[in-house]
């Protein structure tokens, strides 16, 4: 079909069309926030298909598998036809994972790896340190000791590399051990963790480069969080013909601390040195008023070359720099000020247009409370992950065991859970025959429930419930293969009859705490993502087969289901690397608030951001040594807003240890004097005019003058109990003359007082 290509250039200025349709082989395309980087990235993908090019010769990385899938949605508008689906779209580790299911098998990878999520790291480590009464570190340190070896891997350092680079001391012997076992043991469970994704990528293009023979070109978003692994990838992808395009911002790198390598961009030019390199400067995302303050911040860091930004909007409000006396109080401001800022808006603003943006997520806690309170309805993006909560845990490892029951850690969670009388003796006796005889979990298990070897450690009860636990393992790997149907709602069926076998409704509700019917639905709605998964997947719309190539694929033996159920289980497994699921509130129409991290949030936008908890410790946070990166942190949260920013902090604060409150000092990086004239310290007056420039900012119709009022009268004061009304007579609109707490928002609605 033809395609407009009028369609893709609509709308993009003069600087961004010249590169969506750049000639050049290499491209970086470097620009500060919100000057279209992500959107002429989408249109220069959206072109070439227009101009012909097959989709599954198109890599395309991005940061988040939202990211992608966004990606993928505005494209489809752009040019539609459908070939959107056939690209090598998603996250490095979710391509990485997809080019090693194929092609593994040609460096010795057993074909059905999985994918060892943040859990098994975490008890893999955790176990090893237990286990060997190290003396200087104990299980605490689990988390620690994984990020060191995340550094290592993301630096390409082996163990013996290690080992070889440090000096000799028991910290770093023993470290080197765990480094070690830890692969050993990842190993024999047929595990990959999520650094090894990319590594073992890297060893089969390098060693098979045939499997990428097909790639025209590849893309990147965000490339200044990519590591030095990611960079190799990347070049390995475009060897075919090296083309690349890449768009990034330097000041937005925010993953030093998980050994991104900002010098990516120059080495680029290096390997590349006829780069071309485009700069965007106009900035279409957030009012004059933000965009200034968010510099003056980012001007801070005197080693950064300066850069051109002009706004597109006009000024509109100044960001709100406000002090509240507890961390409580503040999240009942923010709460509050939502309310009222829909209120007399006219209800312009969705719940959806507003993010509260956190340093880290142990910050949240209060905010979801009084979100909670309010009865405002919110979503995640940071704090449980949908795929670790317990009830939903427990069933993807139970999953993962009938997909492959030599993963001994999703076996070790699930073997007696639900109980099955299986004490501490139990397992060690059965880690350590299996350690023993150089076999897995599950074989021991096997044997141990038919009688065949005698297990001390576990009582005849113990046995009858190992047995019961083989059975229910292999029949239902018995129906997903012997499916030959490839219908998706038998993925349903299987996984129904698998927890009603394992009793596991009466486990959610007696074993784990809360209410029943949340957990419940979770797990429903956990098998209704996996049959909508598989559905997608079978259809093609996501994931579809990668090409064959010159390298030759892998012949695919399972039934249809458990290829798809097994693409899901990883999808899983890399959902919890950095996002949530979808919204779960319930939003009646008006939307869904989103509560995330800084880092989270990185290449969105909302109307309204909130950033609360900017004092020393938490931005720049007490355990980081790179203010720098801490600096640019906060410039990507201001950054993300486009109408109205609020940042706030309590001036008091409990500490952790004591209980006693201290005082909190406003975060250094807005402390500066020129900062706070551009910010004001009161709620902002909302005026007609305001919301026009609202409007305008947000590309939406302006309400008018009626609806406003209505809005106004209906919200009355009833919702926003904590208010008080003001005696102040030109106050047409009942406006609020001062909150709780002090000082009062100076800002009653000025509809109409004219
Ligand atoms: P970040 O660095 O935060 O990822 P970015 O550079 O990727 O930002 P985009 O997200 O692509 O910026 O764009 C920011 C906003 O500006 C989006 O809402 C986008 O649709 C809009 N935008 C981009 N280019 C134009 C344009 N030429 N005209 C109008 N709006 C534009
Ligand atoms: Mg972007």
Redesign the pocket.
């Known amino acids: 079909t033809p395609v407009d290509v009028d369609m893709v250039l609509d ?3 003069r600087v ?1 069309r010249e590169a969506v349709t750049s000639e050049a082989e290499v491209l970086q395309i470097l ?12 249109s220069r993908v959206a072109w070439l298909l227009a101009n012909g090019m097959n989709p599954s010769n198109i890599i395309v990385a991005t940061f988040t598998n939202k990211a992608s899938k966004e990606m993928k949605e505005r494209i489809s508008k752009m040019i539609g036809g459908g070939l959107e689906h056939r690209l090598i779209i998603g996250t490095f580790h979710s391509i990485a994972t997809r080019y090693l299911r194929k092609y593994g098998h040609l460096i010795g990878l057993p074909s059905g790896f999985g994918i060892a999520d943040t859990s098994d790291s975490a008890t893999i480590i955790s176990r090893i340190i237990k286990k060997n009464k190290y003396s200087t570190m104990d299980g605490n340190d689990a988390g620690n000791v994984k990020s060191r070896i995340s550094n290592l891997k993301s630096k390409m350092q082996s163990v013996d590399e290690y080992i070889a680079s440090q000096k000799k001391s028991s910290h770093n012997d023993e470290f080197a051990k765990i480094y070690s076992q830890y692969e050993k043991d990842l190993k024999s469970s047929n595990l990959l963790d999520f650094d090894d994704l990319l590594l073992r990528c890297l060893d089969l293009l390098r060693a098979h480069p045939l499997c990428v023979s097909n790639i025209e070109t590849v893309l990147i ?2 490339f200044q969080d990519t590591n030095l692994v990611q960079f190799d990838l990347m070049c390995l992808f475009a060897s075919r013909r090296n083309k690349i395009t890449i ?1 990034g ?1 330097p000041d ?1 790198s925010i993953y030093g601390f998980r050994a991104a390598e900002i010098g990516n961009l120059n080495t680029m030019r290096d390997v590349y040195p006829h780069t071309i390199v485009i700069n ?1 400067e ?4 957030s009012s004059a008023a933000i965009l200034t303050c968010s510099l003056e911040v980012i001007e801070q860091d005197k080693s950064r070359p300066q850069k051109g930004i002009t706004p ?1 909007h006009e000024v509109g409000i100044s960001p709100v720099l406000r002090q509240l006396p507890s961390a409580d109080a503040e999240a009942r401001w923010i709460a509050q000020e939502v309310l009222r800022l829909r209120a007399v808006t006219g209800n312009l603003f969705s719940f959806d247009d507003i993010a509260i943006l956190v340093r880290s997520g142990g910050l949240a806690r209060e905010i979801e409370t009084q979100m909670t309170q309010k009865c405002i309805p919110y979503r995640l993006l940071a704090g449980i992950k949908f795929f670790e909560r317990a009830e939903v845990k427990t069933v993807l490892d139970y999953l993962r065991v009938i997909l492959d029951p030599n993963n001994n850690e999703a076996l070790l969670r699930v073997l007696n859970t639900p109980r099955r009388g299986l004490g501490d003796k139990a397992f060690k006796e059965l880690s350590a025959m299996a350690e023993k005889k150089e076999t897995s979990i599950w074989n021991i298990v096997q044997k141990a429930a038919r009688g065949d070897i005698k297990m001390g450690g576990i009582s005849s009860p113990g046995i009858v419930g190992l047995s019961k636990f083989v059975k229910v393992i292999k029949d239902t790997q018995n129906a997903l293969k012997s499916e030959e149907s490839d219908d998706p709602q038998m993925v349903s069926k299987i996984i129904q009859s698998l927890l009603e076998k394992i009793d596991y409704k009466v486990f959610v509700a007696e074993k784990l705490q809360g209410e029943f019917d949340d957990r419940w639905q979770h797990v429903e709605e956990f098998i209704t993502q996996a049959v909508e998964f598989c559905e997608n997947l079978i259809a093609g719309i996501d994931e579809p087969d990668l090409p064959d190539t010159e390298a030759g694929g892998e012949p695919v033996e399972e039934s249809v289901l458990a290829v798809a159920l097994g693409k899901f289980l990883a999808t899983a497994a890399l959902a919890s690397v950095k996002e949530g699921p979808e919204a779960t509130g319930n939003g009646d129409g008006a939307g869904v608030l989103t509560i995330s991290t800084i880092h989270n949030a ?4 909302w109307p309204i951001v909130f950033i609360p908890g900017c004092y020393t410790g938490s931005i720049p946070h007490s355990r980081s040594d790179d203010h720098d990166e801490e600096r640019r942190l906060l410039y ?1 949260a201001m ?2 807003a ?1 109408a109205l920013l609020y940042l706030s902090y309590p001036s008091e604060l409990r500490d952790r240890k004591s209980g006693e409150m201290q005082d909190s000092n406003l975060c250094s990086f807005l402390a500066e004097s020129k900062l706070k004239t551009l910010m004001t310290d009161r709620g902002p007056s909302i005026t007609l005019e305001s919301i026009l420039s609202f409007s305008n900012i947000m590309s939406r119709a302006c309400p008018t003058q009626e609806t406003v009022q209505a809005t106004i009268n209906a919200a009355g004061l009833s919702m926003l109990d904590d208010w008080v009304e003001s005696d102040d007579p030109t106050s047409k609109y009942g406006g609020y003359s001062k909150d709780p707490y002090e000082g009062g928002y100076g800002s009653q609605p000025q509809y109409g007082v004219k």
């Open positions: 709308g993009l200025n961004q620009a500060p926030p919100g000057s279209g980087k992500t959107r002429t990235l989408t978003d965000e768009v911002d937005q965007l106009e900035n279409y995302r597109t990185k290449g969105l936008e990507v950054t993300r486009q």
